[in-house]
């Protein structure tokens, strides 16, 4: 696997456990959660951004070629 996959993958699956801890941490009343959540969406949101990039390098690298 390349490595910008593995950094993909990375921040989707970090994203994901961070969203589910938050939300049990919600559910047990604990302080934090929403901190943690928030951190959850980041995550999620930078590797959204990040899989946008790496099919527009694909895409004008396939261009040139």
């Known amino acids: 696997m390349k490595r ?3 950094i993909l993958l990375l921040l989707t699956l970090s994203g994901t ?4 801890l938050g939300a ?3 559910f047990l ?5 929403n901190i943690l959540m928030v951190a959850g969406l980041i995550s999620q ?4 951004g ?4 790496l099919s527009l390098q694909r895409r ?3 261009a040139e070629v």
Do not use: D, N, P, Q
Not at 45 to 48: I, R
Not at 50 to 53: D, K, V
């Open 4 to 6: 910008s996959y593995r």
């Open 17 to 20: 456990g961070e969203l589910i």
């Open 24 to 26: 049990c941490m919600r």
């Open 29 to 33: 009343e604990m302080a934090g959660a």
């Open 45 to 48: 949101v930078s590797a959204l």
């Open 50 to 53: 990040y899989a946008g990039y």
């Open 60 to 62: 004008t690298l396939k």
